[in-house]
Nanobody
Framework: AQLVESGGGSVHSGDSLTLSCSAS????????LGWFRQAPGKDREFVSV???????HYSDSAQGRFTISRDNDKSTMYLQMNSLKPEDTAIYFC?????????????????WGQGTQVIVSS
């Protein structure tokens, strides 16, 4: 299985970015997909999750600013990030899990991408 993130970059406060996660090698349509991020010196933290039925859940910091979505025809997941803040600066990872539900822990996921860097300057 393979997950490849793209769409990261350097932006200013208030800007928007859309991250993509292209998947292959597993039955994408029925799996749970998640976004996590890791800032320098910090643990990897949950951002958002979307289940096979498109039910979603967000961290408090992402709620209201970020939108997760999936396109099963393209085996791709997205994270639309609006009103970005400097504290959103991190490497963003996508992950896939066989299990369903509000999967907020890294241990719940079976496959991981390599990450894409997001830098938000004030």
């Amino acid at each position: 299985a393979q997950l490849v993130e793209s769409g990261g970059g350097s932006v200013h406060s208030g800007d928007s970015l859309t991250l993509s996660c292209s998947a292959s090698g597993f039955p994408f349509n029925g799996w749970t997909l998640g976004w996590f991020r890791q800032a320098p010196g910090k643990d990897r933290e949950f951002v958002s999750v979307i289940n096979w039925d498109r039910k979603t859940h967000y961290s408090d910091s992402a709620q209201g600013r970020f939108t997760i979505s999936r396109d099963n025809d393209k085996s791709t997941m997205y994270l639309q990030m609006n009103s970005l803040k400097p504290e959103d600066t991190a490497i963003y990872f996508c992950a896939a899990a066989r299990s369903t539900g509000v999967l907020i822990y890294t241990t719940a996921y079976d496959y991981w991408g390599q990450g894409t860097q997001v830098i938000v300057s004030s």
